[in-house]
Every structure is written in structure tokens, then in C-alpha cells.
């Protein structure tokens, strides 16, 4: 496992329809991509990234890599921010899978063996410092092993998360007789996994809580032989939960999916197996053999050896094509096994081929190509009024006809094309089926579809005059080319057919009336709805005086009256009063020359304001006074 280099192989070319303990991808020892996670990680400046490259890269190093890696670690160590207990356990584990002389400074041996004679608070603490001892060759006695257990039901019994299990599980794992103790908590862990679509499981927490509880709940009911705490169709769902994740970038990611993964894989009863197509999954006419390949999540071969291998491959309709043949391994790779289709002869289409090997049953889909052959190809020049009978010419494929077809606005171009199997003879469908024109000088290219008629037989149908819009009325010589496409062919096709010239009426002026189209518009510019015209200003000026005659009466009359002015008080309420009643006179002329009716409120307010008070207080003394008379 440490010394294993992995590459996740890509989503299997074929579309899976069904499985039976069976997933579409697995690992194989080249993968470069996981090689230059764990090459980057030896570089890094974190403890943890680097243990865990160092276990799975660390034998590739020089020795000279090796001796300055250790001095580097010591420093890191040093500057650690990490719990003691962690940066210690990293430090033992580097140290040892790098075999560093010096070995482990005396103070970190001497503060693990304090801590493993006192009771940890946590499960973590209990991991690390369990495998930090395994890791400096500290041996625990059954004694020791049995304290390190029961320690662990007394954290569980305060804190029984996933994180806490998974370590606990692991653990228990190597303490020998004694991890009997925690078994039983095996199923309710299990019992906490979510399924995700019906087709994966895990954890709460990612991959890195997944891989711990489940790996170390393996282990567990391993080391006590106990029965597997997964069913079969469980152990699937872990392992298509675990290859989902292969694009995992980080050092401690690679390593605890490469050690689940493995750890599934020791468990021969339960765990799954890859069968997928290899290759495409398109068989070409003249090859009609696939190969598939069944190996272990690890791309070895699957052990014990699989007696048979058998496919049953039906078409559409579900009709046997070949049944319950068996497969014959290819070469002396015993994970790639071939099953040929020349005898049966599949025609072009989808096939489905039910795959069993062993207990292991698994669906793909599989698709036979065919290849297309022009059985006849007619063109001609008509009159688009169907006057006169067209004049079709006969192409044979894929040659090019000899003289250019020549057609004005009052004519049309007729083409009619048979398509058949190349095996059969027979009439075919295709999805595309076009025809297309290219002018010589511009470059510019139109595209029309060809339709297939009740007999099967492809026809274009094109009026010139109709249809000089789509070529912007510009005359010359096209290239005419017929296009044929489809997803089951294994010679789609393009012909160039003939070139045609092609004249049409008023095509300068028309041209310009299309390029007119195409010039920037001008500018809309919002504008607000021009305001109503005014009166003159000789009505405005005599409204005015009119509006002022009552004023003009109101001081004739004061005058008339002999108004006491000498009476007025001469109080600071009193001025206010008037002052303020003076001021929103004021306002109010301003109103009228200039100021809007918002404005006018917002200055209004406190004037209003300040004459109000003055005015309650001018009133209240003038009460006052004459009160005051009339006693």
C-alpha cells in the first residue's frame, strides 16, 4: 500500500446500464497524476502533507533527498503549531519510513511514553500516540493494549462522532483480543452512512471520515473474525463512493482513498470487481470484436481466478443476437477477455450485451457501425414552374461532375440521392443529410437540409428566384456539396457533387436593399413631452393685477378706516407673528415666479411653524390685556 501508485481510470467508455457488484472504474499503478501529488507534498512545509508522501514516495528518494528531508522535518517539528501529540506522530513516522540518523530526538520518546501512561481525552489522541509508539518500535504489552481500549469506551461513552469511531475502530484494530471490546459498535456506525442516488455511500464528513470509519470498522471485524459489517451490495456502493473521488489533490486525500481502497479489496467475500468495454465501445464493420476488461478495484486480476466469463448481447427489440457465449482471455493478460461478433453479424444499431463473470453481473451498451454507400445520385436544372421536364444529370460517387450546372432566378435545382447499407443493400435513414453551397469568391457558404421521401430516397428541391435572399442575391459559381452524417456510420461522407452557376435578378440592386438593412439605425434619444404653450405676457400681466386688486382694496379700506398703527404692541411676538405671515406671503410670490411646489413645501414648513408659535403667544397676551381691562 505505501509504496503504491495509483491512477483512477477515467469514467469507462461504455454507458452502464446495470451492475451487479460490479463498478466502471478502478486503480492501476501508473498514474502520474497522483505521482506528482505525492512528489509535490515531499516538498511541502506542512508535517502532515509531508508523512503522507513520504509513505507512499518516500523509497523513491535519494539517499541524499532523504538525509536533508529529515534535518527539515526537525525544524518543521520545531515550529509546529500542531497538537504535541500530532506533530509528534508525523515526526516518529517520517523518521521511520525514512530510516533518518539520527533517529527520533530523545525528548519526543520520552514525552510519547508520558503520554501513553496517562489517560487521552480524545480518539485522535489515542490514534496518534497508539501509532507513534507502533512507528518508534515501543512495544505494548496486553496489558497496555487493554488500557489503550478501555480508555477509548470511556471517551466513546462522551463523544461517539464518526471522527471518534473511525479512530477507535482503527485502533482496537491492532490491540489484538482486546478490540473485541468495541465491536459492538461497529453496526451502529454503519448504520449512519447516507446513500447518495441509490448508487454510492458515505459518511457525513467527505472521503477522509468515510475512509477512516469504514477502513477501520474493516479492520476491526477482520482482526476479531467477525462477520463483514457491509453486505455485498453496500461494499459497491463504498467503492463507487471511493473512485467518484479520484480527483482528490491533496497528499493525506490520495493516500486515505489509495488505503480504503485496498483495505475493500482484502475482502474478497464482498468486495466488487471492474468489468468495462475497452476502447470506445463502436465496433466497425469489418472488426466486429470487443475486448473487456475484469479485474479487482486495484486493476489486478481477480482472485480467486473467475471460472467463466459469459455475454448475451441483444438488440433494441430485445432479441438475442448471441447467448451465453463465452469469453476467451486475449493473450496472457488474464484481466482482458474478447468476444467476437463476426459469426453472428450484427447490423448497424445499439446492441446490449449482459456480461456475467463468476457472481459478478454487470450491463453495458454497445454500438455496431455500418457504413453508407450511394446507390445513385441524379442532379438537374428545372423551370421553377414546372414547365418543362428537368434535365437530371448521373453522378457516380465520388466524382465530381464534369461540366458546371447553370441556373437564373426562374429556375430551380433538383438533386436526388439513394442511400443504402454498404452490407445489406438495403435503403437506409441518416441524421444529417445536407446540402451545401459555397461561393467561390467570397467563401460564403448556405446549407439546406434534404428530405427522405416514403421510398427512402433523399431529394433537395431548391427555386433559385425564392431562395436569393439566403444568398444574398450575389451571383457566381458555388461549389455544391452533398453532406452526409450519423452517428452509427463509419464512413460519413462529404461530396463535392458538381459546381453550379447561379444568376440572379437585380442582384446590385437587391444587394444594396440587403446591405440597407444591416447599417446602425439612428440614435433614439428619450425626450420628455415639450411643455404647453404659455399665454402672452400681457394676459399673464393682467391676471396678475387682478389677483393683486384685493390687496389694493384691503389698504384702500385701512386708509379709509384710520388704522390705529400706534396701538401695535411692540413684542417680539407680535413682530414674529408678522415677520413670519410676511414671509409666507412672500414665499408664495416666489412660488408663482419660481421656485416648484416640492420646494415651496419644504421652506414653507418652517415658516408655518415659526408662525404659528409667535402668533399663539400674540393672541394669548392680547386675551390677557383685555382681560385685565375689563376688570
Known sequence: MRHLFCLLLLVAPLVICAADRTTNSYLSPTDERLQRVFVEGVKSSDLQTIYYSVLNYGSRLTAADKTALCTRVKTLHADSKLNEFEKNFYLIGIYSELKCSPPVPPAVITALEGALAKEATTAPEVFFNFFAAKAAGIALDDAAKLRVVKNLQAILKKDDSLASLGHAFTVAAETGGNGLLLVDRVEDAIAQADEVDGKMLQFEGGLSITALVLGGALKLTASQKKPHPITPIQATKFATYFLSRRSVQTAKGVHVLLDALTTLNQQKAIAPVCIQVMGSGQLQPDDLQVTFR?????????????????????????????????????????????????????????????????????????????????????????????????????????????????????????????????????????????????????????????????????KFDMDVGARSSDFSQTSGKYLMELIVGDASLSNSFRWHVADINLKFSGDATARDTQESVYKPRKEIVHQFRVPEKRPARFVSDLFTGICCVPLLILLVLWLRLKVNISNFPLSLSAIGFHLGLGAILFLFFVFWVQLDMFATIRYLLPLALFTFLCGNRFLRSIAAKRAAHEK
Open 294 to 458: 475484469v479485474v479487482d478495484l486495484l486493476g489486478n486480476a481477480v482472485t480467486p481466478a473467475l471460472d467463466t466469463v459469459q455475454a448475451t448481447v441483444k438488440d433494441k427489440q430485445g432479441t438475442a443476437v448471441v447467448k451465453d457465449v463465452k469469453l476467451t482471455p486475449k493473450g496472457s493478460d488474464k484481466t482482458v477477455f474478447a468476444l467476437d461478433l463476426k459469426q453472428a453479424k450484427p447490423a448497424r444499431g445499439q446492441y446490449t450485451v449482459d456480461l456475467t463473470a463468476g457472481t459478478f453481473k454487470q450491463s453495458a451498451e454497445l454500438k455496431v457501425l455500418g457504413r453508407v454507400k450511394v446507390s445513385s445520385l441524379e442532379v438537374g436544372i428545372g423551370d421553377s414552374d414546372s414547365s418543362s421536364a428537368v434535365k437530371k444529370q448521373t453522378v457516380d460517387f465520388p466524382k465530381t461532375l464534369s461540366t458546371p450546372l447553370n441556373a437564373d432566378s426562374q429556375q430551380k435545382v433538383v438533386m436526388k440521392v439513394s442511400l443504402v447499407d454498404e452490407t445489406t443493400g438495403k435503403p437506409i435513414s441518416v441524421h444529417q443529410a445536407f446540402v451545401r453551397f459555397e461561393n467561390g469568391q467570397t467563401g460564403e457558404e448556405i446549407v439546406f437540409v434534404a428530405e427522405q421521401d416514403s421510398s427512402k430516397v433523399y
